[in-house]
Every structure is written in C-alpha cells, then in structure tokens.
C-alpha cells in the first residue's frame, strides 16, 4: 500500500538522490496517479518477458524504462522495433504473467517487501538487505570494502 506520507518520502529521497548523483530526473505530475492508480505492472510484465526472450537485453532495457519513466527520454535500448514490438505484445501472455508472479513469491519468500531488495548469497547463507544505503554492510559481509559510489558516471 503507498501512503501519502511514502509519497512524500519518495519525491524527497529521489530529490536528494537526483542531486548527488547528478541525474536527471523530472516528477512525474501526480506521483499519487502514477504509482498507486497507474501502477508498475505493465513495466514489471515487460521487464519479465525481456528477461524470458532478450536476456542480454534486460539490462538496457531496465534503464531505458526507468530514463522514460523518471527523465522522459525515450532512448534506445538497443532493440529493433520489430524486437521492442514483441516484448510489449508479450506482457499480456500468461506465461509472463506466471514468470512474474513466482518471481514476486520468491521475493516475498526471501523477505522482500520493497525495491531495492538485494539477496547475497554467503556461503551456504542468504542475507536480504533493503535499501541502497547498505552495500558498506554488504562489502563487509563477502570480505570487501566499499568505497562509495563511482565518482564519474557515464552518460545514460
């Protein structure tokens, strides 16, 4: 369930994230609208079916949804239209919509209750974590140190 308080929450947070990280992010006009009436099935669905059918796709594809959504850019990522076409057509299957679904469950099974939800693997271990504010955590759980986010970002 989204709040208006979560709301209010997210639009700060992702400000201040647009900020550091230099991103160019425009607010969609009624976050309220987009995210609890609109919702992110359609995007979800599509990021399943590219992940069944383009695997080595998905990446860009992710980004290009999240630039659309967050920065209004189209971009291309790196399908033909033909190929871009076909994944869109695929969201209504039901294979996609099952895919989804158990991947929603194993999520939910693991813990999850939100985006970013990170799962590492540890050994014979799996930790969950929430949030993008917890890879120091994470590093010093596999042994590593982490130095912060990259100081030079490519161009999306």
Known sequence: MVTPNKIKYMMSDLNRLRKYHKIPIKFPSDPAQTFAVKGTM???????ATSMYEKDALENVSRQLWLRIWSRAMGAAGLTDGTAQNLVSKIKDQEVKDKLK????TA???GAFGSPTILVHDSDKKHMFFGSDRFHVIASLIGETYEGPLTEMSKV
């Open 102 to 105: 158990e991947r929603t469950e």
């Open 108 to 110: 939910l099974k693991h």
């Open 42 to 48: 359609q995007a979800f669905r599509l990021l399943t």
